[in-house]
């Protein structure tokens, strides 16, 4: 998906909440280099939050981005060139399937070809997630993100 294209979708007009889908490919630990690790996520998520504005973000010091910066605020981040989807996570909707050659594998079975720092994952502050445009699908309706 292009930045148009999603901005046009998205209605970048203020905050949305849509189904989205994204697929990662995920570098492997050196042993397991020949193999291709891809990453399949489907989540319920807001677009146009004002990250500052979260209240968890109560007590906590923001500030400009840690990386990259505005392409079109606060929807679209750019950094070296790409464009990065800014979403906000609902709690509980995020749905992944894991493929190892483009077999489908259990998480547990995944994270055996990954070095162990990749393994398991933090939550991210107020389920916020930057996702590299090219890479995501809108699927539109939030029912259809948990099927």
């Known amino acids: 998906?292009?930045?148009?294209?999603?901005?046009?979708?998205?209605?970048?007009?203020?905050?949305?909440?849509?189904?989205?889908?994204?697929?990662?490919?995920v570098k492997p630990a050196a042993a397991w280099k020949g193999h291709t690790l891809t990453k399949v996520t489907r989540a319920i998520v807001q677009t146009g939050v004002d990250f500052a504005a979260l209240a968890v973000n109560g007590d906590r010091e923001t500030g400009a981005l840690p990386w990259g910066e505005?392409?079109?605020?606060?929807?679209?981040i750019e950094h070296k060139g790409q464009h990065?989807?800014?979403?906000?996570?609902?709690?509980?909707?995020?749905?992944?399937?894991?493929?190892?050659?483009?077999i489908d594998v259990d998480r547990q079975m995944f994270e055996t070809y990954l070095t162990p720092s990749q393994r398991g994952g933090k939550r991210p502050v107020g389920g916020t997630i930057s996702v590299k445009m090219s890479g995501l699908r809108l699927i539109g309706e939030p029912a259809l993100a948990m099927r």
């Open 70 to 76: 505005w392409h079109a605020f606060p929807y679209v």
């Open 84 to 102: 990065y989807a800014r979403l906000y996570c609902v709690d509980g909707t995020i749905r992944s399937e894991y493929f190892v050659d483009g």
């Open 1 to 25: 998906m292009d930045t148009t294209e999603y901005l046009t979708a998205i209605n970048a007009q203020g905050i949305n909440t849509l189904g989205v889908e994204w697929q990662t490919e």
